[in-house]
């Protein structure tokens, strides 16, 4: 029997990372999101940072999406994540009402607390309150999306009540688990999490499922759990090519963590594929690997994503190709039988 037999969506992930200028990578970006569509991935997802381009290239997720809903006409579109505490909830709601009409129905909207301390301070907000804000936002949102009378008497227009099925909540934490549970969202787990000083050899699926198990003890009852997993994920032809990029962009990475007061997660190839929670080899090397992830047996979506391993642009196009021709199909998943399947030789 198939472990991953409940893994019923495929999606992509990018931070927009690629080594070019803004207008550039957001062309790459684009393109790896169309190339996505036609290899049959369900879902394609961006994420917002502000400020911190190394650590991804996107403030304006909306309009990013607005102009791929154009270009594409099945692949859902998720939000991955609004930094929420830094956005005004109801411009929120209006914008995600207004490209969920124009793309047809396919935005998933995910939200988080995340963001660089010093990204709130450009605000004018006290990073310590982002949980608190957030909270207060997010039910800002869902109230706007849902057609509640806000104060001062108004109402958004368009209203998007079909959005508050389709919220995601990413957590790193136990608590923020039964958060999204209570709540009847969908529930994002990251790609890796810091290890804690007690467990720092920790490995993600002791993190991440007591996280579920949170989320689905809080889950009102018949509403259906929905659970992405992003996993950094880098699949290539040729074994030895895969580990040589892999080397270049986890040293890359690695500089940038210890340079956040990280501790140094060890010097050799191997010792950063670890720490980072990277899946990286051939086709063969990354079912292996991602059958080793327990977590993923739990969960309902899978999202991969090239980083922290970032390769050059044609490399990730036929990642993309082999997860969905070779890789997801051994894991449970199923294309769509309208989608024009990849090449794999």
């Known amino acids: 029997m198939n472990r991953f037999a409940k893994l019923k969506r495929l999606g992509f992930f990018t931070r927009l990372l690629d080594d070019a200028a803004p207008a550039e990578r957001y062309r790459l970006a684009t393109e790896q999101i169309l190339h996505a569509e036609k290899a049959g991935l ?21 309009a990013f999406l607005g102009f791929v809903a154009a270009r594409t006409s099945r692949i859902r579109l998720g939000t991955g994540i609004v930094t929420l505490p830094l956005e005004h909830p109801v411009r929120v709601a ?11 129905g396919r935005l998933e909207l995910g939200v988080g607390t995340g963001g660089n301390p010093s990204a709130f301070a450009s605000f004018g907000l006290d ?16 109230k706007a999306l849902g057609g509640t009378t806000l104060p001062g008497g108004d109402m958004i227009y368009p209203p998007g009540p079909q959005l508050c099925d389709r919220i ?21 787990l990251s790609r890796t999490q810091p290890r804690s000083k007690d467990a720092p050899r920790a490995s993600l699926a002791e993190i991440q499922d007591p996280i579920i198990d949170a989320y689905l003890e809080a889950l009102p009852r018949g509403c259906q759990p929905r659970i992405m997993a992003s996993r950094s994920v880098f699949v290539a032809d040729d074994r030895k ?3 040589r990029l892999a080397d270049i962009g986890l040293r890359r990475a690695r500089e940038h963590f210890i340079a956040g007061g990280h501790a140094p997660p060890g010097d050799t190839l191997s010792e950063m594929i670890t720490a980072f929670d990277v899946h990286v080899g051939t086709a063969d090397d990354v079912i292996d690997s991602l059958r080793a992830d327990s977590t993923l047996q739990r969960v309902t979506d899978l999202v991969f994503q090239a980083h922290s391993i970032d390769p050059p642009h044609p490399f990730i196009l036929r990642s993309i190709d082999l997860m969905a021709s070779v890789v997801a199909p051994v894991l449970g998943w199923t294309r769509e039988a309208e989608a024009e399947a990849p090449v794999a030789n």
Do not use: C, K, M, Y
């Not at 369900?42 to 909306?62: K, N, R, T, V, Y």
């Not at 209006?94 to 047809?104: F, Q, R």
């Open 127 to 142: 990073s310590a309150q982002r949980a608190e804000i957030f909270a207060r936002n997010l039910d800002l949102v869902r």
């Open 168 to 188: 995601w909540q990413a957590t790193f934490s136990v608590s923020g688990g039964a958060r999204a549970g209570r709540a009847g969202d969908g529930l994002l």
């Open 42 to 62: 369900d879902s394609a997802w961006i994420a917002q940072h502000h400020f911190h381009e190394g650590e991804g290239g996107l403030p304006s997720p909306f």
């Open 94 to 104: 209006e914008d995600a009402a207004v490209l969920d009409l124009l793309s047809g």
């Open 241 to 243: 090519e895969a580990l």
